[in-house]
């Protein structure tokens, strides 16, 4: 599947040259002369990445640059004039990926292209969530469901429970769950008993006997992928009620 770009620029010139080069490139291109064409191009085609000239005759390239951050959808790169760092940076804030300043070589534009399309394409190759019949981790969200209630857990909690899933039922010792899991080298193993432990009497049914974070004697521990507990056994009605945290936004960078 081709990878679609959208210009938003307001020379026609320029916009046509640039979508020529990217067409050799091999990309499908939609061009745009304003902001109000621009977003209505964003709607029609869902572009991966979006070409944002700073000065449109309808309104600032950084408005649209703002809006199109807030879809959460596509990559964005500003062309400007302005050269100077608090433009830059003001740029960068709007939400904007890349910031390339006019007059610029085709081929440096070219190579940040392909760039920003290269880091799409290994962030969409990273699954977003993890699920497992009643278990769900959210790693955008960076939450947990389980039989469809949140359950609150610390971020040292939710790393250790991805590393574990992620692990595919393979056991894990406790120095690679430390040194996978855990931000900062620490060399107490028993760090990890003690979050384990926390962990457990968070989403296990019963905690002394736990079927989604298993033991493994003398290696460490392993997360069972078949969630064997029986439908019977209510989690909601062992719980208390927890509100969903604050959803954060998923960053982009890789």
């Given at each position: 599947?081709?990878?679609?770009?959208?210009?938003?620029?307001?020379?026609?010139?320029?916009?046509?040259?640039?979508?020529?080069?990217?067409?050799?490139?091999?990309?499908?291109?939609?061009?745009?002369?304003?902001?109000?064409?621009?977003?209505?191009?964003?709607?029609?085609?869902?572009?991966?990445?979006?070409?944002i000239d700073?000065?449109l005759p309808?309104?600032?390239?950084?408005?649209?640059?703002?809006?199109?951050?807030?879809?959460?959808?596509?990559?964005?790169?500003?062309?400007?004039?302005?050269?100077?760092?608090?433009?830059?940076?003001?740029?960068?804030?709007?939400?904007?990926?890349?910031?390339?300043?006019?007059?610029?070589?085709?081929?440096?534009f070219l190579?940040?292209?392909?760039?920003?399309?290269?880091?799409?394409?290994?962030?969409?190759?990273?699954?977003?969530?993890?699920?497992?019949?009643?278990?769900?981790?959210?790693?955008?969200?960076?939450?947990?469901?389980?039989?469809?209630?949140?359950?609150?857990?610390?971020?040292?909690?939710?790393?250790?429970?991805?590393?574990?899933?992620?692990?595919?039922?393979?056991?894990?010792?406790?120095?690679?769950?430390?040194?996978?899991?855990?931000?900062?080298?620490?060399?107490?193993?028993?760090?990890?008993?003690?979050?384990?432990?926390?962990?457990?009497?968070?989403?296990?049914?019963?905690?002394?006997?736990?079927?989604?974070?298993?033991?493994?004697?003398?290696?460490?521990?392993?997360?069972?992928?078949?969630?064997?507990?029986?439908?019977?056994?209510?989690?909601?009605?062992?719980?208390?009620?927890?509100?969903?945290?604050?959803?954060?936004?998923?960053?982009?960078?890789?």
């Amino acid at each position: 599947m081709s990878t679609h770009i959208s210009i938003v620029e307001s020379n026609p010139h320029l916009r046509s040259l640039l979508g020529w080069h990217l067409q050799q490139s091999g990309y499908v291109v939609s061009q745009s002369a304003s902001l109000q064409q621009g977003r209505d191009a964003f709607y029609r085609h869902q572009p991966t990445l979006v070409i944002i000239d700073s000065d449109l005759p309808d309104g600032d390239g950084l408005e649209l640059s703002h809006w199109l951050f807030q879809q959460q959808k596509s990559l964005i790169l500003l062309l400007s004039a302005r050269s100077n760092e608090q433009d830059i940076v003001r740029g960068l804030k709007t939400g904007a990926d890349d910031y390339l300043t006019k007059p610029f070589g085709m081929q440096e534009f070219l190579a940040r292209v392909e760039a920003l399309v290269r880091r799409m394409r290994l962030s969409s190759s990273v699954p977003l969530s993890m699920e497992c019949k009643d278990l769900k981790i959210d790693l955008a969200q960076r939450r947990v469901q389980l039989k469809g209630s949140f359950i609150e857990l610390t971020p040292q909690e939710f790393s250790l429970l991805y590393v574990l899933a992620q692990a595919e039922g393979n056991s894990l010792s406790r120095s690679e769950l430390l040194q996978r899991a855990w931000p900062d080298a620490i060399d107490n193993p028993r760090t990890v008993d003690t979050h384990v432990l926390s962990l457990r009497k968070k989403i296990e049914f019963n905690p002394r006997q736990p079927n989604i974070i298993q033991t493994v004697r003398n290696i460490g521990y392993r997360f069972n992928p078949e969630l064997v507990e029986p439908e019977a056994n209510s989690l909601d009605n062992n719980l208390p009620a927890i509100a969903p945290p604050k959803m954060t936004r998923f960053s982009r960078q890789i």
